[in-house]
């Protein structure tokens, strides 16, 4: 059995809905794990608190972890945290687990301090840990779309209503895009076959445009809408890399296999989002 924190997310409800016999919900207030294995999802979720809440991802990204943390000094425990590719910044493409990471952005900033926290504290009590970087997941379900976060599906939701959209650099910026279902698979996969102590890239592992995204949705909707091209604003050059996509060697060591492609995802996504 695996003690799950943030369950809530878009996500965590997801993995839990596809692994429901293996999983124990921790309650939101409830730092003290259930049993020996821990899978944490608990994180803000973009890097724009800077503007309205300067605290919150230090108070939910690290404060949170280490109360966590403070009930697991024991050998026996395994603590699979969650993380970003927002913590590599800017780096070398593909990146790869080993890269050096320079974060930018008070989000991308804490979940890398949080990987470096928890290895540490795994070290001083002989804890087993994994990190598990995800990329940018899609899928249906994230009740928190927006142009800040899942940006994607908040322009899907503008095709399906014939609306203007704007995209980036003229749609050039690329991404590393992988369905929801196949992220948790992954994760499920790392879990059940992963080495401790390691860590693990959670993508695709094939670059793709974002122009190319909306083009692909634009053409399942038979949308009307127009598309407009504008530069990025400088706050987002300054806390986002213009381009990433992942190094997923060790994922498929494993023996995992994506198996929704893009376009397919992107038609589930087409067909039921609001």
Same mark, same amino acid.
């Given at each position: 059995?695996?003690?799950?924190?943030?369950?809530?997310?878009?996500?965590?409800?997801?993995?839990?809905?596809?692994?429901?016999?293996?999983?124990?919900?921790?309650?939101?207030?409830?730092?003290?794990?259930?049993?020996?294995?821990?899978?944490?999802?608990?994180?803000?979720?973009?890097?724009?608190?800077?503007?309205?809440?300067?605290?919150?991802?230090?108070?939910?990204?690290?404060?949170?972890?280490?109360?966590?943390?403070?009930?697991?000094?024991?050998?026996?425990?395994?603590?699979?945290?969650?993380?970003?590719?927002?913590?590599?910044?800017?780096?070398?493409?593909?990146?790869?687990?080993?890269?050096?990471?320079?974060?930018?952005?008070?989000?991308?900033?804490?979940?890398?301090?949080?990987?470096?926290?928890?290895?540490?504290?795994?070290?001083?009590?002989?804890?087993?840990?994994?990190?598990?970087?995800?990329?940018?997941?899609?899928?249906?379900?994230?009740?928190?779309?927006?142009?800040?976060?899942?940006?994607?599906?908040?322009?899907?939701?503008?095709?399906?209503?014939?609306?203007?959209?704007?995209?980036?650099?003229?749609?050039?910026?690329?991404?590393?895009?992988?369905?929801?279902?196949?992220?948790?698979?992954?994760?499920?996969?790392?879990?059940?076959?992963?080495?401790?102590?390691?860590?693990?890239?959670?993508?695709?592992?094939?670059?793709?445009?974002?122009? &190319?995204?909306?083009?692909?949705?634009?053409?399942? #909707? +038979? @949308?009307?809408?127009?598309?407009?091209? /504008?530069?990025? *604003? $400088?706050?987002?050059?300054?806390?986002?890399? &213009?381009?990433?996509?992942?190094?997923?060697?060790? #994922? +498929? @060591?494993?023996?995992?296999?994506?198996? /929704?492609?893009? *376009? $397919?995802?992107?038609?589930?996504?087409?067909?039921?989002?609001?």
């Amino acid at each position: 059995m695996i003690s799950v924190y943030g369950s809530s997310g878009f996500v965590g409800t997801r993995f839990c809905d596809l692994h429901p016999n293996f999983i124990v919900r921790q309650d939101r207030e409830e730092r003290k794990p259930k049993t020996k294995e821990i899978l944490y999802f608990i994180s803000t979720v973009d890097n724009y608190n800077v503007h309205s809440n300067i605290t919150l991802d230090v108070e939910t990204n690290l404060k949170v972890l280490c109360e966590v943390l403070d009930f697991c000094r024991d050998p026996n425990i395994i603590f699979n945290f969650v993380s970003s590719w927002f913590v590599y910044g800017e780096t070398q493409l593909p990146a790869k687990e080993e890269y050096y990471c320079k974060p930018t952005g008070f989000y991308s900033i804490t979940k890398k301090t949080a990987e470096d926290l928890l290895i540490s504290f795994c070290k001083t009590y002989g804890v087993k840990y994994r990190i598990l970087r995800l990329c940018n997941v899609y899928g249906v379900g994230d009740k928190k779309i927006s142009k800040k976060k899942n940006a994607i599906q908040y322009m899907i939701n503008l095709l399906k209503n014939n609306e203007e959209v704007s995209l980036y650099d003229n749609g050039e910026p690329i991404r590393d895009l992988m369905y929801i279902d196949d992220v948790c698979e992954a994760i499920n996969l790392v879990l059940e076959k992963g080495d401790h102590n390691q860590i693990y890239n959670i993508g695709s592992g094939i670059p793709v445009n974002i122009g &190319k995204v909306i083009d692909i949705a634009k053409n399942i #909707l +038979k @949308s009307k809408s127009k598309i407009k091209y /504008i530069d990025a *604003p $400088d706050f987002h050059k300054i806390v986002q890399s &213009k381009d990433f996509w992942m190094d997923t060697s060790k #994922l +498929k @060591s494993l023996g995992f296999e994506q198996k /929704i492609s893009l *376009p $397919d995802g992107l038609q589930i996504l087409c067909d039921v989002v609001k």
